[in-house]
C-alpha cells in the first residue's frame, strides 16, 4: 500500500544532517547508508558496497544498472496500461476500522483477477519507507508496480524497491534541508515527528489544528528571505511537512506520466484516490481521473470547494451505490460471514415490493418475495471458497416524477471461473417515508461470453 533503500543520491555529495532530539548530537547520513540496517535487497547490498570503492567506473556501471532495471520494472506490458491507478493507502486503500480487511482483499481479488495484466497498480502515500513497511507486515497488500512515499519525495519501482535517481535529481534543486528544519524548528507550535519521518527531502512536524493556519501564512514569507522555494503541505489534521517546491503526490505522478509518455505508453486512463491534504495535488493534474473518498479530511473538501468544485473528473464518493450495499450484503451472506441468518432474507423482504418481479438471466420470472424464500438453502453454501461480488459501470436515471431506474454489470467470480449479467433495478418512492424506495423489479441479462454454465449457478 517495502522499503527504499537509497545506494545512490547523484549530484549530492555533501552529507545530509537529520534531526535527533536536543540530548544527542546531530547524526550524519551520508549519501549512501547501510542496507543491513533497513533489511534492503541483496541488490542494494551488493551495491552499496560497490558505491563504496574508490573506482568511478564502477560507479558508474552499477548507476546504469540500477537505472536499467528501474525502466525494465516500469516496461511491464509491449503497450500503454489499460488503467493506472494511483492510490493513497491510510483511510483511502487501507481501512483501519475494518480488522478483517474486507474492501482491501475484495480489491485484491479484483485487481488480480481482472486487471493486473495490463493495468499498473500505483500507491502514493505520505508514509516514509520504515512506515509503509510497517504498514505491509500489518495489511494484506498488493506489490504495487510503483510506490511513491513520503509525500510525493521517493518513487521505487517493483518488488525489488528500485530507487528512480532521476527524481532525486530533480528535488536536489533548491533545496537546502538545514535552512527548512532550523526556521521551522524556531515555531514552538510546531512538534518534530519521528526520526524515520525525517527524509533528505522532507522535514516532518506535528501541529494542533487550532495553529495550523498561523504558522502556514507565517512560515512561507520566512522561507523566501531566506532565498529557499519550499513547498508546505498540511494533511490530515495534524501533519505539516515541508519539501522542495517541486516535490509531492501531484509532481511525483506529473513526473511519472511524462517518462511514459516519453516512451510511448502513457497510459490510456489514470484514476488517482485519496482522502486528505496531501492528495489535493493528485486531482489537480489534467486528464487524470479522482475520486475523494467518503471520509475524505476536512482540508481535502475544503480544496475540493475552492479548486474543484465544478470539475466533473473528481468525483467525492458521498454514499456506497445501495446496489453495491446489497450485494456485499449478498456475498457476506452466501460466505456465512453474515451475523444473523435471518437478516439479510427480511432486508431484502422489506426493501421489496409485495408485488415485485424479478427475471432471471434464464428468462424464468417470479415474484420477487417468493424469490426470496428460495435463497435460504443457499446460506454459506460459499464458505471456505472463492466468491467474489461486484458491480461495474453503475448508472442512475430517472425515469419518472416517482421512479428510478438503476443499470449496472453484476459480476460474480468463483473457482468454476468469472461470470456476469447485464442488470436493471427499477424503484419506487414510498410515499409514506420520503427519500426512500421500494425495489419493484429486476432485470437479468447474461453478458455476452459469461453466461453460468447451468441456471442454478446464478442465484441473484
Known amino acids: 500500500m517495502a522499503l527504499i533503500q537509497r545506494s545512490i543520491r547523484p ?25 543491513r540496517a533497513n533489511g534492503a535487497k541483496d541488490l542494494s547490498f551488493f551495491t552499496y558496497h560497490l558505491l563504496r570503492t574508490e573506482r568511478p567506473q564502477l560507479r558508474i556501471r552499477c548507476t546504469h544498472a540500477m537505472s536499467s532495471l528501474a525502466y525494465k520494472e516500469m516496461d511491464r506490458f509491449s503497450a500503454p496500461a489499460r488503467l493506472m491507478i494511483v492510490s493513497d493507502l491510510d483511510h483511502t486503500m487501507v481501512d483501519h476500522h475494518d480488522p478483517e480487511n474486507t474492501s482491501l482483499l475484495r480489491f485484491n481479488a479484483m485487481w488480480e483477477s481482472i486487471y493486473r495484466h495490463n493495468s499498473l497498480l500505483v500507491f502514493s502515500t505520505g508514509r516514509s519507507p520504515t512506515l509503509y513497511k510497517q504498514l505491509r507486515k500489518e495489511k494484506p ?13 521517493e518513487i521505487t519501482y517493483g518488488d525489488s524497491m528500485v530507487p528512480d535517481e532521476g527524481w532525486e535529481v530533480v528535488l536536489n534543486k533548491a533545496w537546502n534541508r538545514n535552512i527548512a528544519l532550523e526556521e521551522a524548528g524556531k515555531f514552538p507550535q510546531l512538534k518534530l515527528q519521528p526520526e524515520t519521518e525525517q527524509r533528505p527531502h522532507k522535514v516532518s512536524f506535528y501541529v494542533d489544528k487550532g495553529h495550523a493556519q498561523e504558522v ?19 494533511s490530515g489534521g495534524i501533519d505539516l511537512d515541508i519539501l522542495p517546491q517541486g516535490a509531492g503526490k501531484g509532481e511525483a505522478l506529473s513526473y511519472l506520466l511524462k517518462k ?8 490510456l486512463n489514470t484514476l488517482a484516490c485519496g482522502d486528505s491534504g496531501n492528495d489535493a495535488e493528485l486531482f489537480s493534474i489534467s486528464d487524470v481521473y479522482g475520486v475523494m473518498v467518503s471520509n475524505a479530511q476536512e482540508e481535502l473538501l475544503q480544496w475540493h470547494a475552492e479548486n474543484a468544485k465544478g470539475n466533473s473528473k473528481i468525483i467525492h464518493a458521498t454514499e456506497r451505490c445501495a446496489a453495491v450495499t446489497l450485494y456485499i ?13 435471518e437478516s439479510f432474507i427480511q432486508s431484502l423482504k422489506t426493501i421489496c415490493h409485495p408485488s415485485g418481479t424479478i427475471i432471471h438471466p434464464s428468462g424464468v420470472e417470479q415474484p420477487l418475495h417468493e424469490w426470496i424464500d428460495t435463497l435460504r438453502p443457499y446460506y454459506g453454501d460459499k464458505q471456505g471458497k472463492k466468491f467474489l461480488v461486484w458491480v461495474d459501470r453503475a448508472f442512475t436515471s430517472k425515469i419518472g416524477s416517482d421512479t428510478l431506474l438503476v443499470k449496472f454489470d453484476k459480476w460474480e467470480l468463483t473457482d468454476e471461473g468469472r461470470n456476469g449479467c447485464v442488470t436493471t433495478f427499477v424503484l419506487n418512492s414510498k410515499p409514506d417515508s420520503p427519500g426512500s424506495f421500494s425495489l419493484v423489479h429486476i432485470h437479468q441479462t447474461w453478458l455476452e461470453g459469461f453466461a453460468a454454465s447451468t441456471d442454478d449457478a446464478w442465484i441473484f
Open 329 to 341: 450484503a449478498y456475498e457476506r451472506w452466501r460466505q456465512a460471514a453474515a451475523e444473523n441468518y
Open 11 to 35: 549530484n549530492s555529495s555533501d552529507p545530509v544532517r537529520c534531526h535527533r532530539p536536543a540530548s544527542s548530537s546531530p547524526r550524519v547520513i551520508y549519501p549512501f547508508s547501510s542496507p
Open 141 to 153: 497488500l498488493l506489490t504495487p508496480d510503483i510506490t511513491i512515499m513520503s509525500v510525493g519525495t
Open 260 to 267: 511514459f509518455k516519453e516512451a510511448g505508453k502513457l497510459p
Open 216 to 234: 502556514l501564512k507565517s512560515l512561507p514569507g520566512i522561507f523566501k528571505s531566506r532565498g529557499l522555494d519550499v513547498k508546505i503541505i498540511y
